[in-house]
């Protein structure tokens, strides 16, 4: 049952990186309609270095074009490794944070209740998730 669960949660997280991965320039890139990196910069200027824990995400670090794209269709290879059955606690942990680093930064196009249920669901599988290899629905090596 739980080989089920974490597959169709890889699944969905596959979809859900790839809906965004053709949308994620217009919508937050720095061109597109509410750009990641001013919303950074103007947190950080009326947050100060608070800013950093009241909105985690990746893009403190790289706000770019290129590497929106890069967690975007990381996340579809890695919900890709999750579905095939690999690793998949470690691939769900990175999952979880860059859905939530995109989250963060995607202001009203991120802010849907599935969006929320996708990020809960998705830490609560980090937890429920071998750190090993499922096959057929186990973990290697368990009875």
Request: aromatic content about 12%; charged content about 10%.
């Given at each position: 049952?739980?080989?089920?669960?974490?597959?169709?949660?890889?699944?969905?997280?596959?979809?859900?990186?790839?809906?965004?991965?053709?949308?994620?320039?217009?919508?937050?890139?720095?061109?597109?309609?509410?750009?990641?990196?001013?919303?950074?910069?103007?947190?950080?200027?009326?947050?100060?270095?608070?800013?950093?824990?009241?909105?985690?995400?990746?893009?403190w670090i790289n706000?770019?074009?290129?590497?929106?794209?890069?967690?975007?269709?990381?996340?579809?290879?890695?919900?890709?490794?999750?579905?095939?059955?690999?690793?998949?606690?470690?691939?769900?942990?990175?999952?979880?944070?860059?859905?939530?680093?995109?989250?963060?930064?995607?202001?009203?196009?991120?802010?849907?209740?599935?969006?929320?249920?996708?990020?809960?669901?998705?830490?609560?599988?980090?937890?429920?998730?071998?750190w090993g290899t499922?096959?057929?629905?186990?973990?290697?090596?368990?009875?």
């Open positions: 049952m739980r080989g089920i669960f974490l597959r169709a949660l890889g699944a969905i997280y596959i979809m859900a990186f790839a809906s965004l991965g053709v949308q994620i320039d217009g919508l937050i890139g720095s061109r597109g309609i509410l750009p990641a990196g001013e919303y950074l910069d103007s947190l950080y200027q009326v947050l100060g270095a608070q800013a950093y824990g009241q909105f985690p995400t990746l893009l706000h770019s074009d290129i590497f929106l794209q890069i967690l975007c269709w990381g996340g579809v290879a890695l919900g890709a490794l999750v579905v095939a059955g690999l690793l998949p606690g470690p691939c769900l942990l990175v999952l979880w944070a860059a859905y939530l680093s995109l989250t963060v930064v995607g202001q009203e196009f991120l802010s849907f209740q599935w969006d929320m249920l996708l990020l809960e669901a998705g830490l609560l599988a980090v937890l429920f998730a071998p499922l096959w057929l629905g186990r973990a290697k090596g368990e009875p």
